[in-house]
């Protein structure tokens, strides 16, 4: 392994980083340059950044307001979110000419808080996958592992921060695509409630399963983003700081199986067991529970969701470009035929899934009401080989399904979840996330759990080989 780069700046996260410009240390434009030359170095490797807007950057870093929270740290926003003036492609070549008119109301907040988009980061074609791979782009590899998939949606995202690009990186989670890239990144990622931020969306929306947040190396960073980007028509009281469990002792469940009654790998399930016995040794009760819910009756009700807004998708893209979506370019064969799957969808479809949705509801609310927070694995399985999960290949919806099976329960229910990487394989060297959801507007118990288990286990300096500490 090279050795570790003596670069003071990688001993700080965001609001670290933040202090420094404060205290004339460091300016944003020297902050941006470290961040544009550590994508350089290493980004021919692990393709995590997609687009860059460096004279856009540069603009916004000289007239930083010293006073906010980031204070010009640089970051990255995910490719399935609009930035004015900026590429947003969704990591798909019927997108490659789409430019953004307008940044939607959380990018504007994370802006004033005095976050420095440098670019946007790699995702698959329109978040599809539980994996960061595209026919525009290609794939996105694991700082661990560049033999391995750095996780989907968010995987750009994820590397990014993995690699110490940045400290802190915006993505998105519709059904685990913040928390996969985490957990098999090793940094922290979180998905809020749902409306709890504001939203990401340009018509102002806040979709059923889609929310806004970041992955970060601290538990602070993150927390900060929340408190910098709650909306004003937020669905939840603001919080107006740094959240703290002040003592509470949390009633937590613990659930290894799948939705499916699947168990995870050996090493998976480990690292949960090892989380579970942190809790407890941080003074929570920690409770063995079945799962609760149907893996089958959810994920139909989850493809009803998804499937139904591609519904006329294949349609548009042969009449613009004349000719048959195969013979096209515009589409790679696993989306064509994920979307063909929501084109035979019953018309009731939509119908079903709401009404699965009520019961799902009503379900979870009861399991919450006895417990404050849910432990499960984030994905059962290690991560894997780049590829073994591919857009050039027929859409696999049951392997999917079954990465996504413990993560898309909380989307579902617009509740809090966040990935927390406190253990790494001792054969392979791999990072494993916990994975902790809670009842939705829970996000101050998670991070104030979150908060505690960073100070009984710190990860922060804890570098990937293929990463700017490694250079």
């Avoid at 000419?97 to 907040?109: F, G, I, K, L, R």
């Avoid at 989380?275 to 009700?301: R, S």
Wanted: hydrophobic share 40%.
């Amino acid at each position: 392994m090279t050795p570790m780069t003596d670069d003071p700046l990688l001993e700080h996260d965001a609001l670290g980083l933040a202090a420094l410009v404060r205290a004339g240390e460091v300016t944003p434009d020297e902050l941006l340059d470290a961040t544009l030359a550590r994508t350089e170095r290493l980004d021919g490797t692990l393709n995590a950044i997609i687009t860059e807007c460096v004279e856009r950057a540069r603009t916004h870093a000289a007239r930083v307001d010293p006073s906010t929270p980031f204070a010009g740290v640089p970051t990255f926003l995910k490719d399935l979110v609009d930035l004015e003036g900026t590429r947003r492609t969704d990591g798909s070549a019927s997108m490659l000419q789409n430019v953004s008119a307008a940044s939607p109301a959380w990018v504007t907040a994370a802006e004033v808080a005095g976050l420095v988009v440098a670019g946007k980061t790699n995702t698959p074609e329109f978040a599809s996958l539980p994996v960061t791979d595209n026919m525009v782009f290609g794939p996105t590899r694991n700082p661990w592992d560049p033999n391995l998939s750095s996780g989907g949606s968010s995987g750009g995202a994820a590397a990014s921060v993995a690699a110490g690009y940045t400290p802190v990186a915006h993505g998105t989670d519709g059904g685990g695509s913040n928390r996969i890239p985490a957990s098999w990144c090793g940094v922290f990622g979180m998905k809020p409630s749902r409306g709890r931020l504001a939203s990401g969306e340009l018509d102002g929306s806040h979709p059923v399963f889609k929310t806004h947040m970041a992955l970060s190396r601290s538990v602070r960073d993150n927390a900060t983003v929340f408190l910098a980007t709650q909306g004003d028509d937020a669905a939840f009281p603001h919080l107006a700081s740094m959240p703290t469990l002040d003592g509470r002792r949390l009633r937590i469940a613990l659930t290894l199986d799948s939705p499916f009654g699947e168990p995870p790998e050996p090493a998976v399930q480990a690292a949960v067991e090892d989380a579970a016995l942190l809790c407890q040794a941080l003074g929570h009760e920690v409770v063995p529970v079945d799962n609760p819910v149907d893996g089958a009756e959810f994920f139909a009700m989850y493809a009803g969701y998804f499937l139904s807004r591609t519904v006329g998708l294949i349609d548009m893209l042969e009449q613009a470009s004349g000719l048959p979506i195969e013979e096209s370019g515009l589409l790679s064969r696993c989306t064509i035929e994920m979307v063909r799957e929501g084109d035979h969808l019953p018309s009731d479809a939509i119908a079903r899934a709401e009404a699965t949705l009520a019961r799902l509801d009503t379900t979870m609310a009861a399991f919450l009401a006895d417990h404050d927070v849910w432990l499960t694995p984030v994905t059962a399985t290690m991560p894997l080989l780049v590829g073994d999960i591919s857009p050039r290949e027929p859409f696999d919806r049951d392997r999917s399904q079954r990465l996504l099976s413990h993560l898309a329960i909380a989307n579902a229910i617009g509740g809090p979840a966040m990935s927390v990487p406190l253990w790494w394989d001792d054969d392979t060297g791999l990072p494993v996330g916990s994975h902790f959801s809670a009842a939705p507007g829970s996000d101050e118990t998670l991070y104030g759990l979150a908060f505690a288990l960073e100070e009984a286990q710190p990860w922060a300096q804890r570098w990937a080989p293929t990463s700017a500490r490694f250079l």
